[in-house]
């Protein structure tokens, strides 16, 4: 039996999971900062690491309640992400790794995601091409075998999260964006207005996305529009962006399945999209654990922990940590 305690706080979650071989969740712990973060319209980076810190003891305390038992190994995200947040996690980690006498495994935010799928109720098997979307992030990765990427398409300028974000905020939805439109757009009709694709032509694999976020403020500087029809429009155009490099991707590369992973994974019109307009299957991790968990990194964790990559003490936490 193999027990990993995975420990979250790169951004605006406090995660903390215990993970037993490698798929089992026995405790998965989440405190969100959305409603702290909400007046400010986005993370403050000061706040969220003084709530890491007043919240991480508590919420381990519970997850390793709910788990009963000793535990392992721990892992813990070391980048990319907010630096004074993630210190709070890995120093965190640290302090229980050493006083346990465990092996303590630094991982990879974007790793967390992808290893997400694997608790899902379709787990891929290597090699597969991802879809990883999320509010820092949007990027096509070939992940050869475990532990092996290789990014063949990112964006140039605002990742696809950070864009429902931005366009909420033009529209006066609350934060965090994604959802918010994604309600909003059910009352819309999604071919009100023509927004683009951004980088849609030939074929390249980069995304951009603040074209379209510029398209919708000048939509709404030149008319008054329902918001419903605006949200609508811009969710059709962001997802179907997604959709036809990942098609795009797929031809290329030759996958024979996909994984979509990251908080934009949690949008039903493009889990829906990507299910149906695909010729390949899909895993993707069940809605809840799209948004940042510690249940993600402690899957990340236990397949790095398998293949001998283990940490030490030294470790650092890196805020613009490369994947490959
Ligand atoms: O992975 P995540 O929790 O944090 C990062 O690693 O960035 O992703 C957060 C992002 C936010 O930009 C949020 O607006 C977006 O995921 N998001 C969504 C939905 N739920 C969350 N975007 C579109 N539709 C959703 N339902
Ligand atoms: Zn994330």
């Known amino acids: 039996m193999n027990r990993i305690l995975g420990i979250e706080t790169s951004c605006d979650e406090t995660g903390v999971a215990v993970l037993q071989n490698g798929r089992e969740i026995l405790a998965n712990e989440v405190a969100s900062q959305v409603a702290i973060h909400a007046p400010f319209g986005g993370v403050v980076p000061e706040i969220a690491s003084r709530h890491h810190t007043e919240c991480i003891t508590q919420l381990t305390q519970r997850a390793l309640d709910a788990a009963g038992g000793a535990i392992d190994a721990i892992a813990v995200t070391q980048g990319p992400g907010l630096s004074g947040s993630l210190m709070v996690g890995l120093n965190f980690g640290k302090a229980l790794a050493y006083a346990w006498g465990v092996p303590l495994v630094p991982v990879h935010h974007i790793e967390g995601h992808i290893f997400s799928a694997f608790l899902g109720p ?45 366009v909420a905020r033009l529209l006066n939805l609350p934060y965090p964006g994604g959802p918010s439109i994604q309600r909003a757009a059910e009352s819309g009709d999604p071919h009100a207005i023509e927004f683009p694709r951004g980088m849609a032509k030939g074929d390249s694999l980069e ?60 949008n039903k019109l493009l889990r829906e999209r990507l299910a149906n307009d695909l010729d390949v299957p899909v895993s993707m991790p069940p809605f809840a654990l799209c948004l940042d968990n510690g249940a993600m990194i402690a899957a990340a964790g236990g397949s790095r922990l398998q293949h001998g990559m283990v940490g030490d003490l030294r470790a650092g936490v890196y805020a613009n940590l490369p994947l490959a």
């Open 122 to 166: 379709d787990p891929p098997e290597f090699p597969f091409l991802a879809l990883i979307v999320s509010g820092g992030h949007t990027c096509l990765i070939q992940c050869e075998a475990p532990h092996r990427y290789d990014i063949i398409g990112s964006t140039r300028d605002d990742a696809v999260g950070e864009c429902f974000d931005k």
């Open 207 to 266: 995304f951009s996305y603040s074209g379209l976020k510029t398209a919708v403020l000048y939509a709404l500087q030149k008319e008054t529009l329902p918001v419903a029809d605006v949200a609508a429009s811009f969710q059709h155009a962001a997802v179907d962006t997604l959709v036809i490099k990942t098609k795009l991707a797929i031809e290329k590369t030759g996958a024979n399945r996909l994984v979509l992973a990251g908080g934009v994974a949690a």
